[in-house]
């Protein structure tokens, strides 16, 4: 009985541990988590483009305006050319501070453009709407813009906002952008498209994307070593984890910065994705 009692004792002490260090300890903190992405469509001019990702912040869940911060400054260090946010700025189930993120955001320093896309939980959306562009964010739900540097042949980025919206209506958008860019003998080397659930990419006709950056699985908040996720939220059931290739697209998926539902993160850090694009 003794023994039974000290076993008990023991796993129960064990539990509270891991408990208390995935909810206090795992979700501070900031990884980043550097990729490669190469692609013979990118031109010399391009050759080193760096663009860095963040996702799901879900501000005032466990980030708030000290975390936020400090991701800005870590951002910033990387001197990126491009950042994205893939949804889930805010959160409709908590209360936020409109002017103290758009007092964070508005620091990020990017040299070709900031662009931002909802997500499933960016409501109201006009509070999002507003904090996008107060925050000097350009705003690509369902829009799309030209990147150009040192060159005149342009990228396209293009994002699907989170509204609701049969995907295949947005999907015929994108083909409008090109049809009215075609018009103005404009023909973008390297497309970049911007979705908040990756399981959305199965809708798509990813011959027109060369790079989709994701958001919205958190890459399943828990992971356990061997086993990955032990769980991830509807529009991340196929694909959740950091990286697929699918035929000639890359799909990069960011594993957030805040957490959703529960408070917890393991094996997992909130982490922001950076990009170099080269084309060798």
Same mark, same amino acid.
């Given at each position: 009985m +003794?023994?039974i009692? !000290?076993?008990?004792?023991? !796993?129960?002490?064990?539990?509270?541990?891991?408990?208390?260090?995935? #909810? /206090?300890?795992?979700t501070?903190?900031?990884k980043?988590?550097?990729?490669k992405?190469?692609?013979?469509?990118?031109?010399?001019?391009? &050759?080193?483009?760096?663009i860095?990702?963040?996702s799901?912040?879900?501000?005032g869940?466990?980030?708030?305006?000290?975390e936020l911060n400090?991701?800005?400054?870590?951002i910033?260090?990387?001197?990126?050319d491009i950042?994205?946010?893939?949804?889930?700025?805010?959160?409709? #189930?908590?209360s936020?501070d409109?002017?103290?993120?758009?007092?964070c955001l508005?620091?990020i =320093?990017?040299?070709?453009?900031?662009?931002?896309?909802?997500g499933?939980h960016d409501?109201?959306?006009d509070?999002?709407?507003y904090i996008v562009?107060?925050s000097? /964010?350009?705003?690509l739900?369902?829009?799309?813009d030209?990147?150009?540097?040192?060159?005149n042949?342009p990228? $396209?980025i293009?994002?699907?906002?989170?509204?609701?919206e049969?995907v295949?209506?947005?999907t015929e958008?994108? %083909? +409008?952008?090109?049809? =009215?860019l075609?018009? %103005?003998? $404009?023909?973008?080397i390297?497309?970049?498209?911007?979705? &908040? =659930?990756p399981?959305?990419?199965?809708?798509l006709?990813l011959n027109?994307?060369d790079?989709v950056?994701?958001? &919205? @699985? &958190?890459?399943?908040?828990?992971r356990?070593p061997?086993v990955?996720?032990l769980?991830t939220p509807d529009?991340a059931?196929?694909y959740?984890?950091?990286?697929?290739k699918?035929n000639?697209t890359d799909?990069?998926?960011?594993?957030?910065l805040?957490? @959703?539902m529960y408070?917890f #993160?393991l /094996?997992?850090?909130?982490?922001?994705?950076?990009? #170099? !694009?080269?084309? +060798?």
């Open positions: +003794k023994k009692i !000290i076993t008990l004792i023991i !796993i129960i002490l064990l539990i509270s541990s891991i408990l208390l260090y995935s #909810r /206090f300890i795992a501070k903190g900031l980043i988590k550097e990729y992405v190469v692609n013979t469509k990118i031109t010399d001019s391009y &050759h080193g483009l760096k860095v990702h963040l799901d912040i879900h501000y869940s466990t980030i708030s305006e000290k400090n991701i800005v400054d870590k910033n260090e990387i001197k990126p950042v994205v946010l893939t949804g889930d700025l805010i959160d409709d #189930r908590l936020f409109k002017d103290k993120i758009i007092n508005s620091k =320093e990017a040299n070709l453009g900031k662009y931002a896309i909802s499933n409501l109201p959306l509070d999002f709407n562009k107060e000097g /964010f350009t705003n739900d369902n829009n799309y030209l990147i150009y540097y040192k060159s042949e990228i $396209i293009s994002g699907i906002g989170y509204d609701g049969d295949g209506i947005k958008q994108f %083909d +409008k952008y090109i049809s =009215e075609k018009a %103005d003998d $404009i023909k973008p390297y497309s970049i498209l911007l979705v &908040h =659930e399981d959305m990419v199965d809708n006709d027109k994307y790079l950056l994701a958001g &919205h @699985s &958190h890459g399943g908040q828990v356990l061997f990955g996720a769980y529009g059931k196929n959740y984890d950091e990286y697929y699918l000639n799909l990069y998926i960011s594993s957030g805040g957490t @959703s408070k #993160r /094996f997992n850090k909130p982490s922001i994705n950076f990009y #170099r !694009i080269t084309n +060798k």
